[in-house]
């Protein structure tokens, strides 16, 4: 029996220009085989695959279609499953992910799947095959976090289940992605390879959806980190590593372990942490493990400067410690990045100064400037639809991303016109004639300028 999983393609404008493999339908895929059952992965957003590129890529055996969905490729996941149902109406379609973690009933009212899976999708997706194996209804109560229509068309939510023992799940089936040589990334050394060693994020910031993973974190233990590392550097000879993680930082007894076993191991790898960390564990005596490590870049998440729009935000976040973190690192050679979002609630033109002379002085070489997304399932959408107007919806398809340039609400001080403003002075401020020749200066391949190029395109 063959399950086919669709990563679909983002169409919109200001997206990030980086495209991974896709980690989750890797998962999915993984503990799929060890259960003797066939996968395909479609990654469309790599290739570009429209929905007709997409359906010539499934097998006339296939039983079942699972397809990652978030606000960004909402009109291709719909035209895909409307595409599908015509000409296989006898698949069984499942859509997972961020959107449908956090509107399942409303993604099962407006496109027309058999079923939506909240949270982690492993277990899920193995019980639907085996149903479907068995010849029973794909999705029943015993299907963790399914919401599905019955016979009677009422609408059945099961509780999702985490994954608690993360180190028995399989590592992700790299082998039926493309060659992760042709994933967009900008990198010190190729190829790349992404990795996840914990899921979950127990802190409370409120534009941040907790919808997939809630307010829990699991970790996988060094000595299953080291292995999968092992694992891809013998069987796909990675050379970098980006560690995807939201909270890789929390448990410091366990990021040594993996920095020693780094160490010993002496691959000579380069090591990114992209995605931003935790600064609470940092400090000189850790950074400079990690820069023995093979660490090489690190990212941060400010959001903001002012300490009143971080309350309101629920973001806690000592900024005399990250500006002296920053500085080490950076005196031990690391590559420096802060994220920030403009137009949080609260924010006024005082409190934007004010972030923008924190993310100028603090010695960043990187800062990503984005604009706030009040995404579905997030307090921050919430707070909007009370008090607040949308300026886009974003329960449907989001044609704008955080770099487009356009803002999505307006609420109290936070005005449309000021946002896009702030926005373009933000990026022209920081990257100056100086910053840019430096950022030029660190292209290591046509890669390299192929990302830059897309990532200035979408904030000029």
């Known amino acids: ?3 086919v999983l669709v990563n679909p393609f983002s169409g919109g404008r200001g997206l990030n220009p980086t495209i991974l493999p896709p980690l989750s339908l890797g998962y999915l895929a993984a503990v799929l085989e060890n259960n003797g059952f066939k996968v395909n992965i479609i990654d469309a957003a790599l290739e570009r695959f429209n929905t007709n590129e997409i359906i010539k890529g499934i097998p006339s055996e296939t039983v079942l279609l699972g397809a990652y969905m ?3 490729n909402y009109d291709s996941v719909a035209d895909l499953v409307s595409s599908v149902k015509k000409k296989y109406p006898e698949i069984i379609v499942v859509l997972g ?3 449908p973690s956090a509107s399942p009933q409303m993604v099962l009212n407006k496109i027309i799947c058999d079923g939506v899976v909240q949270g982690e999708g492993e277990n899920a997706i ?6 479907i194996a068995d ?8 299907v963790p976090g399914a919401v599905f229509r019955d016979e009677e068309d009422h609408v059945i939510v099961n509780a999702s289940e985490r994954t608690n023992h993360l180190d028995q799940l399989p590592f992700p089936a790299y082998h039926l992605m493309p060659s992760l040589k042709k994933y967009r990334v900008i990198s010190k050394q190729r190829p790349v390879a992404p990795i996840i060693t914990s899921r979950g994020c127990a802190h409370e910031c409120t534009f941040c959806s907790k919808d997939v993973f809630k307010r829990k974190v699991t970790f996988r233990s060094a000595e299953n980190v080291l292995k999968e590392i092992d694992f891809l550097v013998k069987n796909y000879g990675i050379r970098q590593i980006d560690i995807l993680d939201d909270n890789f930082m929390q448990k410091r007894s366990r990021v040594e372990e993996i920095l020693d076993g780094l160490i010993s191991r002496n691959y000579g790898l380069s090591i990114n942490l992209p995605s931003g960390v935790r600064i609470e564990q940092i400090d000189r005596a850790l950074l400079k493990k990690m820069r023995k490590a093979g660490f090489y870049k690190i990212a941060f998440g400010v959001e903001s400067a002012d300490p009143e729009v971080l309350k309101r935000v629920r973001k806690k976040l000592d900024l005399q410690k990250l500006a002296l973190t920053v500085k ?3 005196e031990l050679g690391f590559e420096t990045y802060g994220f920030f979002v403009i137009g949080l609630p609260g924010e006024t033109e005082e409190s934007f100064n004010q972030t923008l002379d924190y993310a100028c002085n603090t010695g960043f070489d990187v800062a990503n400037f984005c604009i706030a997304i009040p995404f579905v399932g997030t307090e921050l959408f919430d707070l909007v639809q009370k008090h607040g107007r949308f300026l886009m919806s974003t329960t449907g398809n989001l044609n704008e991303g955080f770099y487009g340039g356009k803002a999505f609400y307006e609420l109290g001080s936070v005005k449309e016109s000021d946002v896009v403003r702030r926005y373009k002075t933000a990026y022209k401020r920081f990257y100056t004639w100086k910053k840019k020749i430096q950022l030029l200066s660190k292209i290591r391949s046509i890669q390299d300028i192929y990302w830059l190029y897309n990532a200035f395109k979408s904030i000029t």
């Open 135 to 142: 010849g029973k209804p794909a999705f029943d109560k015993g």
């Open 97 to 99: 992910g961020p959107l």
């Open 328 to 330: 080490t690192a950076k």
């Open 1 to 3: 029996m063959n399950t």
């Open 70 to 72: 978030n606000s960004f």
């Open 126 to 131: 193995l019980s639907i095959i085996r149903n």
